[in-house]
């Protein structure tokens, strides 16, 4: 199993919504990431969970907040968004420590801000 | 991240050869990566190179690696039209956690 797999697909909600994103990697992999990633723009990194730790968090608003139940899920729990945080919001995983880059991505879930 | 910096788009005949760019800043980089992207989906690793080599060639794909001058390339050969994607260099430094992308190239193939 080489899938990073992420719910919804598609996703839709208002500005007092409160939702969130998952994903799920079965590959063992013991660091886990978000990122954001604007149409046709390179992915921005938002959060790094290594070894089930929060190890990154690239100053990403309180309105986006991260968890990492145990090494094969990751969550990001959305509350009040704003329109502008519309995107593409991909996971991915990699081996941990020691990290070369070799990034697996999931297919992202498509976020709409109303 | 550290910048690093790609032209934007390439239209190549399918079976020609086609060469995406890319330079980048930080010396210290450890790993280069292309990455692909297919539209409405996630990134894929393509290839990857060591700071220390200067050529790595994985059946179609061929990665030149200029240390000297920060750059980086990806020739595909034989294109087809499923390499119609965009393609993302990216570096990092061993043990970072942290990958800087480049802005990406969008690479169509014209039939």
């Known amino acids: 199993d080489t899938e990073v797999t992420q719910t919804p697909k598609h996703l839709v909600m208002g500005m007092t919504n409160k939702k969130s994103l998952k994903c799920e990697q079965h590959?063992?992999?013991?660091?886990m990431y978000w990122y954001k990633q604007k149409a046709k723009k390179p992915p921005e990194l938002m959060f790094v969970?290594?070894?089930?730790?929060?190890?990154i968090n690239e100053s990403v608003p309180s309105r986006f907040s991260p968890e990492c139940p145990n090494s094969s899920l990751l969550n990001l729990h959305l509350h009040a968004l704003q329109p502008e945080d519309s995107a593409l919001y991909l996971c991915?995983?990699?081996?941990?420590?020691?990290?070369?880059?070799?990034?697996?991505f999931g297919e992202g879930s498509r976020l709409t801000v109303l | 991240g550290e910048d690093v910096e790609q032209s934007l788009f390439l239209s190549v005949r399918e079976g020609d050869s086609s060469v995406i760019n890319c330079t980048y800043t930080?010396?210290?980089?450890?790993?280069l990566y292309w990455y692909k992207q297919e539209p409405g989906a996630g990134l894929q690793l393509l290839t990857y190179?060591?700071?220390?080599?200067d050529m790595k060639q994985d059946q179609r794909l061929t990665v030149l690696l200029n240390k000297k001058d920060k750059h980086l390339s990806l020739r595909i050969a034989d294109t087809q039209t499923g390499d119609s994607a965009i393609y993302f260099c990216?570096?990092?430094?061993?043990?970072?956690?942290?990958?800087?992308f480049g802005k990406g190239n969008q690479v169509v193939v014209i039939p």
């Open positions: 991915a995983s990699s081996q941990g420590r020691p990290n070369t880059g070799e990034l697996f």
């Open positions: 590959m063992g992999h013991r660091a």
């Open positions: 969970y290594s070894y089930e730790k929060l190890s």
């Open positions: 930080d010396s210290s980089s450890t790993y």
């Open positions: 190179i060591f700071s220390n080599m």
């Open positions: 990216a570096e990092t430094t061993y043990g970072n956690n942290r990958l800087a």
